[in-house]
């Protein structure tokens, strides 16, 4: 467990093999120097022999002293020596720089393997990161177009007058219809002052009703929450859920709301208690407006006028 860690038996091998390698080539390098040495002394010895000493002085060949023939014969000995330790055995020998070679070409192939493995892992995470990303978008563009929007509608005559006694102060029938239409299939969202004002629940609509009390009684269907808040979560699969009044829970809903389907009655009524809260114009953008005159069904002219929240 506490032993010295061990060197692996490659790493020995190429390092004793440098070694010897080394030494060889030191001994190479020796004899050359000897060599050399030898062969100045040997050629002032041969010239000393034979211009001191007369050693064959009479053996001349083509004009030319024997000596100065025996000189260059070793010195292309040594040009040859010279040659077999600098430029053909080079360094270490052919063998051992073929063994470099391949194991360098090796050490490559390794690394380019390695690289390819990188880059084809690289190549699948960047393949994965964008799927995700495509299916995110995807989801952020589905979860907007399935985002609900929260719709108040109501009638309001030009003072912003909505009720008297818990009851409506005018009687449009076109409105009606139009509130009918609007709201068909989908939950309203209403006080349970407005609850109680109609006579039963209205057909084919989920009723929300909203009231402090803790045990109110309402008929099959009817959901009943505590605050606004639960009511605007009890309605989140519709697409487009209304809030329907009176004018507590408008104050309340004016700002969570995104479109206001308002009938404006021209008209002012002094004597009304209830009202729709004003509607700030640099928040919310006018798209639609029509016209419909009174006539012998509708006492007072109204519009009906469509806002979008504009941010
Ligand atoms: N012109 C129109 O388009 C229109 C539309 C709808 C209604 N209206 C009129 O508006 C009048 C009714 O409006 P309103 O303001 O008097 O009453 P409302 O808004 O219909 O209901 C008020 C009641 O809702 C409950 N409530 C309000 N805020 C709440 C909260 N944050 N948490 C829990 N409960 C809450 C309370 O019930 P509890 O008291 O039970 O706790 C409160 O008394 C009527 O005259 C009706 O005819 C007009």
Request: aromatic share 10%; proline share 2%.
């Amino acid at each position: 467990m506490f032993g010295k860690k061990k060197h692996s038996a490659t790493v020995d091998k190429d390092q004793l093999e440098l070694i010897e390698n080394a030494q060889k080539r030191i001994k190479q390098k020796k004899r050359l120097y000897i060599h050399f040495v030898i062969f100045l002394i040997g050629a002032v010895f041969l010239i000393l022999a034979n211009t001191v000493l007369g050693i064959g002085k009479d053996f001349i060949i083509a004009g030319i002293d024997w000596f100065v023939y025996a000189i260059v014969i070793w010195l292309f000995l040594f040009i040859y020596h010279f040659i077999n330790v600098f430029i053909t055995n080079k360094f270490m020998g052919k063998d051992w720089e073929k063994h470099q070679l391949d194991k360098l070409v090796n050490q490559q192939q390794q690394r380019i393997d390695k690289l390819k493995e990188g880059f084809l892992k690289e190549e699948k995470i960047i393949a994965q990161s964008q799927v995700y990303n495509k299916a995110q978008s995807e989801q952020v563009s589905n979860e907007k177009k399935n985002s609900n929007e929260l719709t108040i509608i109501v009638a309001a005559g030009e003072n912003n007058a909505i009720g008297k006694d818990n009851d409506l102060i005018w009687h449009l029938s076109d409105d009606l219809k139009r509130f009918k239409t609007l709201t068909n299939g989908h939950h309203i969202i209403m006080g349970r002052k407005t609850f109680e004002s109609f006579p039963k629940p209205l057909p084919n609509r989920t009723h929300i009703v909203i009231t402090r009390q803790k045990n109110y009684e309402v008929p099959d269907g009817v959901i009943v929450v505590n605050n606004l808040a639960d009511a605007i979560d009890a309605s989140r699969k519709d697409k487009q859920p209304f809030i329907i009044g009176g004018g507590e829970i408008y104050k309340q809903a004016i700002n969570l709301a995104d479109k206001i389907e308002l009938t404006r009655v021209h008209a002012t009524f002094e004597d009304a208690d209830t009202f729709f809260p004003e509607i700030d114009e640099t928040k919310w953008d006018e798209v639609t407006r029509t016209k419909h005159d009174s006539d012998g069904k509708h006492a007072f002219s109204f519009s009906f006028i469509t806002y979008i929240k504009n941010n």
